[in-house]
């Protein structure tokens, strides 16, 4: 570990991180070591870390003074923000300055910077297309305030690597994306881009792509780059689900209005942020290349990959 250098993981119990500290820690030759930062180092999976050859320091991103004592003597930092915890575009504005500060004050010599877009950048405030969120301040709450973020990394002068994530499929398991049953009883895929592609990716092949990017080292600092596992149409992963549940999928995409009108927390950002991936579909697709992403990853995987792994942990209701 002392002859190592070591990478600070935020977020290292969820699921960009932990699949960061995973790639690290299943490549023991690397000349990597990872000091694993979670707000409970006691929980299962901060054990489980530690059990596999991670340090496991208590550090939470709201609380600046610990990141910069878990961040001394480090070589790099991921680091991410946790928006679906709190819902609050300001608590994640003054993580991310929090994250850039320590970095600056522990002379990190790279960090990889989980972020988006800040869609005002394409959609402004005024703009009618899309309605304004926050206050009057947001178009996709979740998007913004990770790249105008970004501008912390930079004025602090911290070597960063921007690294542009995209829809996880993990979501049809953890966050209700899954097919859902209609009065038919047959299964419905809900996705609002209609006929547009939509990049997506295996949350562990996110880790596993900051690992490359750490692996390439100076080289990618101040680049901004995308990851995906493949880009794929509603009607083409409904047709995926089919096959690996045994049973027809359609998709339905409804519209954006309609998104944004149902009854659950963030389904206004969301419906905003659905908008914008159809809306500025060329530029969201151009920016994550499935090619780029397999050179830093060369495990990437496909849909239907991840669903031959994962399909059975899908919360399908039962005919």
């Given at each position: 570990m002392?002859?190592?250098?070591?990478?600070?993981?935020?977020?290292?119990?969820?699921?960009?991180?932990?699949?960061?500290?995973?790639?690290i820690?299943?490549?023991?030759?690397?000349?990597?070591?990872?000091?694993?930062?979670?707000?409970?180092?006691?929980?299962?999976?901060?054990?489980a870390?530690?059990?596999?050859?991670?340090?496991?320091?208590?550090?939470?991103?709201?609380?600046?003074?610990?990141?910069?004592?878990?961040?001394?003597?480090?070589?790099?930092?991921?680091?991410?923000?946790?928006?679906?915890?709190?819902?609050?575009?300001?608590?994640?504005?003054?993580?991310?300055?929090?994250?850039a500060?320590?970095?600056?004050?522990?002379?990190?010599?790279?960090?990889?910077?989980?972020?988006?877009?800040d869609?005002?950048?394409?959609?402004p405030?005024?703009?009618?297309?899309?309605?304004?969120?926050?206050?009057?301040?947001?178009?996709?709450?979740?998007?913004?305030?990770?790249?105008?973020?970004?501008?912390?990394?930079?004025?602090?002068?911290?070597?960063?690597?921007?690294?542009?994530?995209?829809?996880?499929?993990?979501?049809?398991?953890?966050?209700?994306?899954?097919?859902?049953?209609?009065?038919?009883?047959?299964?419905?895929?809900?996705?609002?881009?209609?006929?547009?592609?939509?990049?997506g990716?295996?949350a562990?092949?996110?880790?596993?792509?900051?690992?490359?990017?750490?692996?390439?080292?100076?080289?990618?600092?101040?680049?901004?780059?995308?990851?995906?596992?493949?880009?794929l149409?509603?009607?083409e992963?409904?047709?995926?689900?089919?096959?690996?549940?045994?049973?027809?999928?359609?998709?339905?995409?409804?519209?954006?209005?309609?998104?944004?009108?149902?009854?659950?927390?963030?389904?206004d950002?969301?419906?905003?942020?659905?908008?914008?991936?159809?809306?500025?579909?060329?530029?969201?697709?151009?920016?994550?290349?499935?090619?780029?992403?397999?050179?830093?990853?060369p495990?990437?995987?496909?849909?239907?990959?991840?669903?031959?792994?994962?399909?059975?942990?899908l919360?399908?209701?039962?005919?």
């Amino acid at each position: 570990m002392s002859d190592s250098r070591v990478i600070a993981v935020v977020g290292a119990t969820g699921a960009q991180g932990g699949g960061l500290c995973r790639a690290i820690l299943s490549d023991p030759e690397s000349g990597f070591a990872v000091r694993a930062l979670t707000r409970n180092p006691d929980s299962d999976k901060a054990r489980a870390l530690a059990e596999q050859g991670a340090e496991v320091v208590g550090a939470d991103v709201d609380d600046e003074s610990s990141l910069l004592q878990a961040f001394d003597g480090a070589w790099g930092a991921f680091c991410v923000t946790f928006f679906w915890d709190h819902f609050s575009p300001d608590r994640e504005t003054a993580s991310i300055r929090n994250m850039a500060s320590a970095a600056q004050s522990a002379g990190l010599r790279h960090v990889v910077w989980s972020t988006l877009e800040d869609s005002r950048t394409f959609i402004p405030l005024d703009d009618g297309r899309m309605p304004t969120l926050g206050e009057g301040r947001f178009k996709v709450p979740h998007f913004d305030a990770k790249g105008a973020g970004d501008r912390f990394f930079e004025e602090a002068g911290v070597p960063t690597t921007y690294l542009l994530t995209t829809y996880y499929w993990d979501n049809l398991i953890h966050f209700g994306g899954h097919p859902q049953r209609g009065d038919d009883r047959r299964l419905v895929f809900v996705l609002p881009v209609g006929d547009k592609k939509l990049p997506g990716i295996a949350a562990e092949d996110i880790g596993k792509a900051a690992y490359g990017i750490f692996r390439k080292g100076e080289e990618m600092v101040g680049r901004r780059i995308g990851v995906a596992g493949e880009h794929l149409t509603g009607r083409e992963m409904a047709l995926a689900l089919a096959d690996a549940l045994g049973e027809p999928v359609s998709h339905f995409s409804p519209p954006f209005d309609v998104y944004r009108a149902f009854d659950f927390p963030g389904a206004d950002d969301l419906g905003n942020m659905f908008q914008f991936y159809h809306d500025f579909n060329d530029h969201f697709r151009s920016t994550r290349d499935v090619e780029v992403t397999r050179e830093l990853n060369p495990e990437v995987q496909s849909f239907r990959e991840w669903l031959a792994a994962h399909g059975s942990e899908l919360p399908i209701e039962p005919r």
